[in-house]
Each structure stands twice: as C-alpha cells, then as structure tokens.
C-alpha cells in the first residue's frame, strides 16, 4: 500500500509499505481523509518526541471498512465510518469509569514515542479495533468526517466547564480555538470573547459567534476584558498554552470561575498563582476526547458546528510533503489540510 512515512526529521516520503490485516475484533479501514493536524506538524521536526522515524503519522481520519476481523460484530465491509484518534483498553479502571481518554495503556494513531509505536492514517490502509469506530450520517462527507477529532477535542473542553448561561472567554482562535467558540455557542453559554494575535482569525470567531474580538496585543487585556464583562468570564479556556494566554485567562476570569488548559504548545508555563487562590479559580486540564463522537457528529451533521470553512485544502497523499512544508512555516491564511489517500 502506498503511505507517506515520516523517514526523519522533516523527511517525508511517499513509499510502499505492506498492507495491514486485521486482528481478532479489528477492522481494515481503506482510508478516504486524513486531517493534517497541529501536533503532526509540531511532531515532524522530532521536537516534542512523539514521532520518532520511521512513523506513518495521521489520526484525524474517516474512510470505509475494507474487511472484518474475527469475532467483529455490528460491521461490514463497504460501511462509512469514521475513529477515535485514541486506542483505549476498554479494561483499565478508567475505561471502566468512562474516561477512555486517560486509559493506562493509551495508545494514539500515528504516534510514535519511547513507550510505543502506533502507525496511522496517512496510508491506503490502517487497522484499527472496533470500539473506536463510528459510523458516519449518510450526507457527511469524508473530508467533513475527518474533522470529527477536532471537534471531539472542543466538545470534551466545553463539558469540562458547566458553561451554560456563562459568560466566556476563549483565548487562542486557531482550529481548537475556533471550534470550541462553536461548541461553546452550541453548549448555551450567554456571550462570548474570542481573543487572537490574528485579526483574520478574530473576523472568522466572530463569523462562527464570538460577540466581542480582541487582539492579544492589548497592554491591558485582562483589564480590558474585566471591564467589559463587569467583573470578569464565568469560564476561561486557553486554547494556546503559553504563559501569556494563561495570564490572560487567569486575569480575566471573576471570582470562583473556570479556567480550563487545552492548549499545550509549551510543557511548562507560569501560572499567576495569587490570583488563581485569591479568586478561588478552578483550573481543569482537558485531554483529547472522551466518548463524544456520537455528538460530535450529530453537532457537525446539524450544522451547529461547521467544519467547512476551516478547511483550506484537500490535497492527494503524494502532495503531503509539501503541504506539511507549508504549515511547518506557519504560511498566513492555512488552517486545515486534508489528505486523500
């Protein structure tokens, strides 16, 4: 099958690989899209460790089911489906207790690090178990489908927060930023702030609902928000993950807010720690998703959450190196690319 292997540092090339088989409770996925996502690119120049060479990257993926495992159940070869970026246990405590997302032998698409190696979906083929399929609507596309991961990463980070009638702030409008300004428009919060380096990012949050934009560049930008919102957010989510973004999160929140960290560009960031315990603030971590697929996909299929216009470009396999190129240099106006195997 042909894949696009990451063969080094910045070193992608297209080659064949041979073609997976599916396991007892597996499926073969012929792959239709895969999302280029942040931390692919972040991953293709070997800085964060978690895609070590050689690696067939990619986990935001939708395609069809080309052939069945023993013992698979509920599934047929020619079903449209889509699946979790996240390969859970189903048999640690946490995935007992429903939260998949910190199973203790997580296991990620298209990930490669010191504990394990998990090739992905930038191929023609790819395994994966049952469990963490789903099937798609009839009218979503796949390069639609592909977008379901993000999405599930925003939803996740809203049900983290009861935002409901809340006043909100999201800090950072790139792809996560974006779509959690949706979910949390979808999830009933009273008003919303959206707050970027980036002035078209800003013009497109408040497209998808953001009632007030503003550009992190401000001097007084907690203040200015503070004063704007009569005493601070209900609800902060940092969607960047440096120590600026939480500064602005942290100050701008009100007395007894939510503050939750989805964002990580950096491992470690100073936090205002007087204000976070003078104000009683909660800080939440929110990690990938956890089972929220299925409203995930009927949020996109109601058009509650639209991925559209957060895609720049559908692009065949073969162009991948250059796309990955192209985002790797932050090139102006590039948000999403799907590659089509």
């Not at 032998?105 to 998990?118: A, F, K, P, W």
């Amino acid at each position: 099958m042909k894949a696009l292997l990451l063969a080094g540092k910045k070193k992608l090339e297209l080659t064949d690989l041979a073609a997976p088989s599916p396991g007892a409770g597996d499926l073969l996925i012929r792959v239709k899209a895969c999302g280029i996502c942040g931390s692919d690119v972040h991953g293709y120049d070997g800085s964060t460790g978690r895609r070590i060479p050689p690696i067939v990257m990619g986990h935001e993926a939708a395609g069809v089911v080309e052939r069945i495992g023993p013992g698979v159940q509920g599934y047929r070869p020619g079903d449209r489906i889509t699946f979790d970026s996240t390969i859970y246990c189903g048999e640690c405590g946490f995935c007992r207790a429903g939260k998949i997302n910190l199973c203790d032998r997580r296991r990620v698409l298209g990930v490669s690090c010191g504990e394990y190696r998990q090739d992905g979906c930038f191929a023609e083929l790819v395994v994966i178990p049952q469990r963490i399929a789903y099937r798609l609507p009839e009218t979503m596309t796949f390069e639609d489908a592909a977008m379901v991961e993000a999405v599930s990463i925003a939803v996740h980070a809203v049900g983290r927060a009861q935002i409901k009638s809340a006043i909100t702030l999201v800090v950072g409008a790139g792809m996560i930023g974006q779509l959690i300004i949706q979910a949390a428009r979808a999830a009933g919060c009273a008003a919303l702030i959206a707050v970027d380096l980036d002035e078209s990012r800003l013009e497109r949050a408040k497209q998808f609902g953001a009632d007030h934009i503003l550009n992190a560049a401000s001097p007084n930008l907690a203040a200015e928000i503070q004063q704007l919102t009569h005493g601070g957010v209900q609800a902060a989510f940092d969607a960047v993950g440096v120590s600026a973004s939480m500064r602005t999160a942290v100050g701008a929140a009100r007395k007894g807010a939510v503050v939750v960290l989805v964002g990580n560009i950096l491992p470690q960031v100073e936090i205002p720690l007087q204000t976070v315990v003078t104000r009683e603030l909660s800080l939440l971590g929110s990690c990938a998703s956890s089972g929220e697929y299925p409203q995930c996909l009927e949020l996109m299929a109601s058009r509650k959450i639209d991925v559209r216009p957060l895609i720049s470009a559908v692009a065949p396999l073969e162009d991948g190196a250059q796309w990955f190129s192209r985002l790797y240099a932050r090139e102006p106006g590039l948000m999403k690319v799907i590659l089509k195997p």
